[in-house]
């Protein structure tokens, strides 16, 4: 059973626009949820990571927004650039398992410039 | 900074071969770990070793076994492998601070079986 259930599986912009991709999980357990970023040929990255403590988290053009009522949590990518193209990754993590990330299936974003 | 490297980057096997995946990581991390990632599933994890000494499965152990060799590494064996054994191997390894959380990951071994 997935644990972590990503959307769009693949996602078009423009260069300037704004990516949004979600995500969503069941178990009320995970307490950690980040997102990586992978571009081919090269293994993922840490992007941005949010806590559920916090309902938003910026870190330049990347956001999180995270909704625990609704079990659901966001990347906002702001003025989208060509260089942004990459499959992206949202995770989460149960605090008794460190490291044991549960992903979602992958977002390929194609930013036109 | 080297960070966690894999050897070898490309593998072609034939069912029933075995072959031995190396992975060694030169951030003094306790925790090191294997993910697979095949089209459109994303990364499940193999197995992981939370510290020198210790091993335990993960999603989709079948078919796999590793060994914890020493703090650095952490290697993955397929006995026999299978064509459904295809995909991206990834090694990641993660320190055991748990306000950090992040793994960091080697650029991957792409096996195929034929």
């Known amino acids: 059973q997935q644990q972590v259930k990503q959307s769009p599986q693949s996602l078009i912009v423009q260069k300037g626009g704004i990516s949004i991709i979600n995500c969503a999980y069941e178990?009320?357990?995970?307490?950690?949820f980040p997102w990586y970023q992978q571009f081919p040929g090269k293994g993922p990255a840490l992007l941005i990571a949010i806590r559920p403590d916090v309902s938003e988290k910026k870190e330049g053009r990347f956001t999180i927004s995270f909704n625990k009522s609704a079990k659901q949590f966001s990347l906002h990518i702001m003025d989208s650039q060509p260089g942004d193209s990459a499959t992206y990754f949202c995770a989460a993590d149960r605090g008794s398992t460190l490291g044991r990330l549960y992903f979602g299936r992958g977002t390929q974003l194609t930013v036109w410039p | 900074n080297a960070g966690v490297t894999q050897t070898p980057k490309f593998q072609v096997l034939k069912t029933g071969q075995s072959m031995t995946l190396q992975c060694a990581q030169d951030?003094?991390?306790?925790?090191m770990y294997w993910y697979r990632q095949d089209p459109g599933m994303g990364l499940r994890l193999i197995y992981y070793s939370a510290s020198e000494g210790t091993t335990d499965k993960g999603e989709v152990p079948n078919g796999y076994n590793v060994s914890r060799l020493n703090k650095r590494e952490f290697s993955l064996r397929l006995e026999s492998a299978a064509p459904s054994q295809t995909s991206v191997y990834f090694c990641?390894?993660?320190?055991?601070?748990?306000?950090?959380?992040?793994?960091?990951f080697g650029e991957g071994s792409r096996l195929t079986v034929l």
């Open positions: 951030m003094n991390h306790n925790s």
């Open positions: 990641a390894s993660s320190s055991q601070d748990r306000l950090a959380g992040e793994l960091f």
């Open positions: 178990n009320t357990a995970f307490d950690y």
